[in-house]
Antibody
Framework: QVQLVQSGAEVKKPGASVKVSCKASGYTFTSYDINWVRQATGQGLEWMGWMNPNSGNTGYAQKFQGRVTMTRNTSISTAYMELSSLRSEDTAVYYCARGYIAAAGVPWGQGTLVTVSS | EIVLTQSPGTLSLSPGERATLSCRAS???????LAWYQQKPGQAPRLLIY???SRATGIPDRFSGSGSGTDFTLTISRLEPEDFAVYYC????????FGQGTKVEIK
């Protein structure tokens, strides 16, 4: 079955960077976009950007422009999201989600908690 | 950027009652690329409705979506105990954006 499995929780200091991975299985990785969404505790869903795993093309939400980089390694069907210059407000659960929205549903990763604290 | 505004913020209802959730977009959502998700604590969101009114596979028919342009509605005809959760609308016609969510809680 289609699965997205993310890397484990991270604790970072302010100003550092974090790189979260998202490994896809059960489908052809290069056939569907990967989106990244984050959710602070008790808050709503915030879209960060997307990546086309086939071309490597990306699009980022304006809020994250200059701080976020989305990449992939097609040989291991894995997408990555790197966020730099971390601040306490970046503490959140980060999700990857496949970009094709249709009857079969939208596969999401299990989420990765990133905690930014001095 | 398309901004989605959901109302109400919280809906307090009893099991068996009807729930009506609203989602308004700041500009027209192209081709009705509007989806609804359900999220429970500690879980990733689950797709309920896509294309404004189509149910995803396995979603009970008590969930229905309607609307077009800038105004969309999610209706739960008779609330079951497992339906108490947070619901988000999402537009996916121009990148993605989400509404701020509506919490459906037990009265």
């Amino acid at each position: 079955q289609v699965q997205l499995v993310q890397s484990g929780a991270e604790v970072k200091k302010p100003g550092a960077s974090v790189k979260v991975s998202c490994k896809a299985s059960g489908y052809t990785f290069t056939s569907y976009d990967i989106n990244w969404v984050r959710q602070a505790t008790g808050q709503g869903l915030e879209w960060m950007g997307w990546m086309n795993p086939n071309s490597g093309n990306t699009g980022y939400a304006q809020k994250f422009q200059g701080r976020v980089t989305m990449t992939r390694n097609t040989s291991i069907s894995t997408a990555y999201m790197e966020l730099s210059s971390l601040r306490s407000e970046d503490t959140a659960v980060y999700y990857c989600a496949r970009g094709y929205i249709a009857a079969a549903g939208v596969p999401w990763g299990q989420g990765t908690l990133v905690t930014v604290s001095s | 950027e398309i901004v989605l505004t959901q109302s109400p913020g919280t809906l307090s209802l009893s099991p068996g009652e009807r729930a009506t959730l609203s989602c308004r977009a700041s500009q027209s959502v192209s081709s009705s690329y509007l989806a609804w998700y359900q999220q429970k604590p500690g879980q990733a969101p689950r797709l309920l409705i896509y294309g404004a009114s189509s149910r995803a596979t396995g979603i009970p028919d008590r969930f229905s979506g309607s609307g077009s342009g800038t105004d969309f509605t999610l209706t739960i005809s008779r609330l079951e105990p497992e339906d108490f959760a947070v619901y988000y609308c999402q537009q996916y016609g121009s990148f993605w954006t989400f509404g701020q969510g509506t919490k459906v809680e037990i009265k």
